[in-house]
């Protein structure tokens, strides 16, 4: 193994970026606006203020200003964990006997496990300066409850989350890592709220859903003085907290002259891919630079590959505005048997615009075939990555086994987003032989489609 | 916060010790040896054979060489997760609002989730060197186990775990984790071995205990051609491979010209207090420098605070050799309600004498104190830590809380063994209010000091 290049690059402290890069101050065509549900009409900062702290309603609406210089008090709090290392995966390469030079970007080196952090101490940040008393969320599988609580115990909020009623009882070690952060976590559907009430009266034996607990989530918020809701991807203000992943990411490679010839990440709302790909797409926008850039999606839940380019709705519930993006149907809910996250139904706008506009390529995985390469990266590389990441790395595989055909030695430089600790049912599923594969037929996919709202644009 | 030194200092990787520092070559009084429990006599090399490997057997009884070269092969692995963070906690000290420079070593950053990683490659090593077909060890909660599993897969030997039945079946993610490392993992007892099936038909009902386990991973390491028996922790050859700690914290510290006043590490075997003293425990032996060492220990389990230092067994099941340690006896067993690991009767041979000669002091700590400074250290400095290094934490924000009461800066170091992901069933029963403590009456106590067995010295 050569070791001109370290395997793990760490940048100093001081070398943290300082600012976010807002990728949408490159991008030709922006990102279309997000709709009022009523109306059909953009959504304005008056109509988001109510639900989303004022400073990040901001973010989100700015489509032009190029860097957003990051708070001292945030960067405080990056320094707990960041930067980041930049990986070389000598012991893969060696086990693909591959002359690719493969590198990652590891961002589970925190207790939430993956970059969620990255966005909600920003978020959490937000909401203490508007002198907030806290903020509310939902949270599935709980890496985005468990990274919120982080944040907001750093600066004294109240966090409330209302988690998926299955997973609080299923992911019992989830839900006590957000109540160590002093979390105050409750199973959705509940009793808090008028819409819990409503539902749990309509559908007494409810497991819940995400839908469900995003309407809980924005009722407290919206019902509540002092509170506001907060969200972990897919939106415009979290792909631009989230560039500090790749711009950490080229400094990085900067430093030892390498350039990327490939950069894969995995693609569920968006918010990991969005921000490793945000300085190089940049480059590529403004012509300066050409990448191969790949978003990884389940096969079982394919919005990129199969999806449509629409204005949809952003959860299952029909409650929160429109977003024009590729999108399976907001009535499409992946197989029980998925076991890899990424299972939103639809894609962040910024990327979804990008995709269209031919600056990116999608292609999709089987989740035994990401399993199969997780296990393969574990043993190799030492850290058990999260399903999600495992996309990336399914990927990343299948391109270095392409350059050991050719012989080409390909530069590749993916996102390794967390570890797989709290995944573990996924991983005893596949050792067992038991993990099986779900692709949707046409049929089914119609019957997401047929979910889709009308919008006239 | 001065920024003068940073949050984390990283080594460089051509920084990591290329030599292990064997602490017993300083002292004056050595470690009195193993005894063969059949014949009172101090193990050799040919008895100690045929359990362990000829390497390791040699660094178990060299008491005089210094520096003992790690092999490069060891450290390409080390490079996958070391050098290992010493971070200064501004945040903790923030919260104490102490006027003390706090500073740890941070071993959590690896799949295995502790510093035992640094032993079992080394062991893994030793056993493919001398062309072993694989190893075998025994595991309660899981931690030895997964280390292990990951060195084995990296050298491509067998690893065959014996894990106690009642933690494969309610730890059954810890057990995930070795299979995904490709570990042979048999709930013990089992059918697998004589003594598993001669204790299970004596009591079918049984969950296991630990000293089964090691029975049975002896039995098969013994009985097998090409195995060996592998131990994570007590042995002085695991507190050799453990000095990487210690070796990486000095030089850090030398690096930013800090010497600390006061080194904490939490106790069970003594394998991470062992490991991150050694060089200090080494100026001071040599009389170059003074330093105040602290082992703390759970008040449940508390073999240096109140067990007496005399020959005993290492092994509930008394098969094992026979050590002269502080002990409780082979046959005290920690209450039920303990959730905070270091749950061994005994202690190092190495540190036993160390503390027996007046070089260092032992504290023992009440397991809810302990997971209130858990719950401190997690949201202050992000890391949600394990309970076992949690005792540590206690005992360093004592001393700072000291400092606050005097003014005095002092500087405190201790060991962040490993996190605390896969022990939230303890971090349950305290955010209930139902972790209760247990503290041992000298009547206990004395009936473990009874299962002494009678040595004639």
């Known amino acids: ?45 008056e109509e988001l203020s109510p639900i989303f702290c004022e400073e990040l309603c901001k973010q989100e609406l700015d489509n032009d200003t190029k860097y957003i210089p990051i708070p001292d008090e945030i960067i405080d709090f990056y320094k707990m964990y960041r930067p980041a290392p930049l990986v070389r995966a000598y012991f893969l390469e060696k086990a693909l006997d591959t002359p690719a030079k493969i590198y990652y970007k590891f961002e589970g080196n925190n207790t939430s496990g993956s970059h969620k952090l990255n966005s909600a101490i920003a978020q959490a940040y937000y909401a203490k300066k508007q002198g907030l008393k806290g903020v509310t969320t939902e949270t599935g599988a709980g890496q985005w409850g468990t990274a919120l609580s982080m944040a907001c115990v750093y600066f004294g909020l109240d966090c409330k989350v209302y988690m998926v009623k ?14 160590v952060y002093g979390a105050d976590v409750t199973p959705s559907p509940s009793d808090t709220t008028n819409i819990g009430r409503k539902i749990l009266e309509e559908f007494p034996g409810t497991t819940g859903s995400l839908g469900c607990a995003i309407s809980e989530a924005v009722e407290v918020a919206t019902q509540n003085e002092g509170y506001r809701y907060v969200l972990g991807s897919v939106l415009n203000q979290v792909l631009l907290h989230q560039s500090i992943i790749g711009l950490e990411s080229k400094a990085a ?7 990327p010839d490939i950069i894969i990440g995995c693609a569920g709302g968006g918010s990991n891919l969005g921000g490793l790909i945000a300085p190089f797409m940049g480059e590529k926008l403004r012509g300066e630079a050409d990448y191969d850039i790949v978003a990884v999606e389940p096969a079982s ?6 999806g ?8 299952t519930g029909m409650i929160c505005p429109l977003a024009k993006m590729y ?12 076991a890899g996250g990424l299972r939103f139904h639809g894609m962040s706008t910024i990327l979804s615009q990008l995709y269209h506009d031919g600056y990116m390529r999608a292609v999709s995985a089987k989740q035994t075939d990401v399993f199969e390469a997780a296990e393969l990266f574990a043993r ?28 080409e030695e390909k530069t590749i430089l993916f996102g390794l987003t967390g570890t797989g600790y709290f995944d573990l049912k996924g991983y005893q599923s596949f050792n067992d032989g038991e993990m099986t594969d779900y692709i949707p037929t046409d049929e089914e996919l119609e019957k997401g489609f047929a979910s889709l709202p009308q919008v006239a644009e």
């Not at 299955?166 to 109540?179: A, D, H, L």
């Not at 999108?327 to 998925?338: E, R």
Request: some cysteine.
């Open 1 to 45: 193994m050569s070791n001109e290049i370290p395997y793990k690059i760490y940048l100093e402290e001081s070398e943290i970026p300082t600012s976010w890069y807002n990728i949408r101050s490159d991008m030709k065509n922006k990102p279309a606006p997000l709709l009022n549900p009523g109306t059909g009409q953009p959504l304005t900062l």
């Open 166 to 179: 299955i997973s609080y009882e299923q992911k019992p070690f989830r839900r006590e890592v957000m109540r």
């Open 253 to 259: 490679m900067d430093k030892y002259g390498i350039k």
């Open 301 to 306: 839940c394919p919005s990129f590959t199969r």
């Open 308 to 315: 449509k380019f629409a204005y949809d709705f952003c959860d």
């Open 327 to 338: 999108t399976l149907g907001s009535g499409f809910i992946p197989s029980a048997n998925h």
């Open 380 to 407: 190799s590389e030492g850290t058990l990555p999260a399903p999600e990441s495992s996309h990336a790395i399914k990927a990343a595989i299948d391109e270095a086994l392409k350059c050991k055909e050719t012989g």
